[in-house]
């Protein structure tokens, strides 16, 4: 059961690069089948395998001889390792659907930030409707406390996008990340919202210093948050409720 999800995972990954790479170029993510991304050669089954495929080619395309970038494997293995969380922590019902169709979302968004600086309005609308439809059908969370992670998220972020321009005179957060946040809010409710934008602060804040420190970045340049939303929400969708609990018994009485 295990190894099926496992590989199960691998497919959906697979699939997610193709999203990655199609999304924000305006391209069909079902037609045509895939094609490398350097040379654009359709790229046949055996080529295609997850993870092993990248291995046996050693990074490279077959026709182009172009490096494959690492992100590929890399998405593949994500995908399919946060994937069997979700299965160990939700059980095999419909709960761990819900919380698998987060997880290639904020995959998929992060992974377009970071190369992009964008946050396709499409990917997220497809993730607002489907968390919907199963918060209705009662999976996941309810229905209300979806609409209130949707606010807070969205409002938190808008409310400090509006702060950044107004005291730094420049925008600090871009729309993408405001309508992330309001899709992570929608599935995983209020509480878990409010800890997963704490924790996107202090790793967005501690990966910037470092990247400044390293000299990767300078003062003032632009990193992409979508990531640090995504890290924070994934945190908080394994082990949100233990690390709430332990806050408010440490240091509220
Ligand atoms: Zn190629």
Redesign the pocket.
């Known amino acids: 059961m295990d190894l099926m999800i496992f590989l199960s995972g691998l497919l959906i990954g697979s699939f997610l690069n193709v999203c990655i790479y199609r999304i924000p170029r305006k391209e069909s993510v079902i037609r045509p089948g895939s094609r ?1 991304p ?2 654009r ?1 359709r790229l046949s089954p055996q080529e295609l395998v997850p993870v092993l495929s990248y291995i046996f080619l050693r990074g490279r ?1 077959r ?2 001889n ?1 490096p494959i970038p690492w992100r590929y494997p890399a998405v593949e293995l994500l995908t399919a390792l946060l994937i069997c969380m979700a299965y160990k922590h939700y059980g095999t019902g419909f709960a761990a659907i819900y919380y698998t169709l987060l997880i290639c979302i904020l995959i998929a968004a992060a992974a377009i930030d970071i190369e992009h600086m964008i946050i396709p309005d499409g990917l997220l609308l497809t993730g607002c409707s489907a968390a919907l439809l199963f918060n209705i059908f009662g999976v996941g969370i309810s229905f209300a406390d979806g609409m209130l992670g949707f606010i807070l998220g969205g409002g938190m972020l808008a409310l400090i996008a509006v702060a950044s321009f107004f005291i730094f005179d420049k925008e600090g957060l871009g729309g993408g990340d405001i309508k992330l946040a309001a899709t992570i809010g929608l599935y995983l409710g209020w509480r878990l919202t409010a800890l997963t934008l704490v924790l996107s602060v202090y790793a967005g804040g501690l990966t910037g210093l470092l990247l400044m420190i390293l000299k990767i970045k300078k003062r003032g340049e632009y990193i992409a948050y979508g990531p640090f939303l995504a890290v924070g929400s994934l945190i908080a969708m394994f082990y949100g409720e233990a690390i709430i609990n332990w806050y408010l018994s440490s240091f509220w009485y």
């Open positions: 490398c350097v040379c050669t395309c026709y182009c172009q």
